[in-house]
């Protein structure tokens, strides 16, 4: 299925390449700014700034030196809790897709797991932490733990029996056979999964800098509006979110480039 | 190295796949093990690799019994079996993790070389066709020096003229290594072409039906009378006249 549709918007990217560049996506975006700013001039008594606005409040983050803060706080405890993530969840996800057994008995547990919101542990996150990065930072590792542990655990399910077979048969230790078959086995779909979780820890981080810290891009958002409605402020925080995120998944997306996972989209047989 | 299959017999639950098998292969020995399919004789190359115990019987490897896999001892898949995260310098030099460096290297040459695939050593699986992919596979296994080669149908994916020229080839390599094969197929040609002894399996339970001996020297005249004789002859023990 992911292969079918990777292989898919492989071919839609070589087209959109190969007609007009960056025309059309730069187009998109000035026309829709147009109409923002449109929009914002037939109504000169509503709070919601026009993109102008925005982009002088950008410049007046920066010039304070608040954006770099901000951002450098958010992307801090994105990097902490992913990574913290990851490093537990592949593992764990490995050992559940070997174990029919661990995975009969914890798979059930993992599914009631999955769908609470991560938002929803932020009292007990405080509970625990207190207001501060490590909540933040427990919050974007529970969103990421759980899809990246399912992820890792399908994968080694997905695993071609004959190459199991084959580095049996050449006499690898089970360590051996992690390191040279299961690893590169599951690594394309392991690399959706860490794209797919990014994308949430990076919706989580926002979330939770609105309640559990006084930092960050979320905070900065929900204390231009509690302190005086500074809309441009607001809107400003929402444009350097999506930036941030769009530059995040580019980062990742470069990893299914590697050649050791491009098999695992494009059709080999 | 003699490969000993004594009183082997294999059920599925109560579905009795194979019965009471036994069948000695000599040392440096080209056995086919031809039979209809689904009739058992993949599951028997199995057990024999050790990738599956049978429900009785065993399975004794120069004086040794069998009881897993064994690098001594290589199974060739279909083209499948190479792992496509590695190139082909990779995936031929996947079974020497205990040799030095540079006997790897060396090793890895010769046998890029033995199967013709110089100038791919850097590609990938996905660059290369079927043939070349099974040569590949071939040759990862030949290259840790194994004594007995198992191969499950490993040309029926290919195209009717790579299949000959895969059989050739394995031909050309199994004179120049006499390692001793063990070669399953459903195809009677391939096993009359290739084979010492080609051994008739029945339909299942499988059990063995009949063994031939196919005493032509190699390369085979394939509109040689005796050649045709031995052929037909299996043609009738398998139950079907050489007509279409």
Known sequence: ?269 | MTVAIRNLTMRFGEMPVLEDISLDVRDGEFVCILGPSGCGKSTLLNIVGGFVKPSAGEVVIDEERVTGPDPRRIFVFQERGVFPWLTVEGNIGFGLFRLAEEEKRNRIAYYVQLVGLRGFEHAYPRELSGGMKQRLEVARALAVNPDVLYLDEPFGALDSITRLQMRRELLRIWQTERKTVLFVTHDIEESVQLADRVVVMSQRPAHIQRIVDIDIEHPRDLSSPRYIELRDSIFAEIGLAHQV
């Open chain 1, 1 to 269: 299925m992911v292969a079918r549709f990777y292989g898919l918007h492989v071919l839609n990217c070589a087209r959109l390449s190969e007609t007009s560049g960056k025309f059309l996506p730069l187009a998109g975006i000035a026309l829709f700014l147009a109409v923002w700013q449109v929009g914002v001039a037939l109504h000169p008594h509503s709070l919601v700034p026009g993109p102008l606005a925005v982009a002088r409040a950008i410049g007046e983050l920066a010039v304070s030196g608040l954006l770099f803060r901000y951002v450098v706080a958010s992307l801090f405890r994105v990097t902490w809790g992913y990574l913290t993530a990851l490093l537990l969840a592949v593992p764990c996800g490995i050992a559940l897709g070997l174990s029919r057994r661990g995975e009969e008995a914890i798979n059930p547990m993992l599914q009631l797991l999955r769908p609470i919101s991560p938002l929803a542990w932020i009292p007990i996150a405080i509970l625990w932490f207190g207001v501060g990065d490590v909540a933040a930072m427990f919050l974007i590792f529970l969103a990421s733990f759980l899809p990246l542990t399912l992820t890792a655990m399908n994968a080694v399910h997905n695993i071609e029996g004959v190459h199991l077979a084959a580095g049996a048969n050449f006499g690898l230790t089970s360590r051996q056979l992690v390191r040279s078959v299961i690893v590169p086995a599951i690594l394309p779909q392991l690399i959706v999964g860490m794209r797919i979780t990014l994308g949430i820890a990076w919706l989580v981080v926002v979330a939770a800098e609105m309640i559990a810290v006084s930092s960050g891009l979320g905070f900065l958002i929900i204390d231009a509006r509690n302190a005086g409605n500074r809309y441009d402020l607001v809107v400003a925080g929402m444009v350097l979110i999506g930036a941030i995120g769009v530059l995040l998944d580019l980062m990742l997306r470069r990893l299914e480039k590697l050649d050791v996972v491009r098999w695992g989209w494009v059709e080999a047989r």
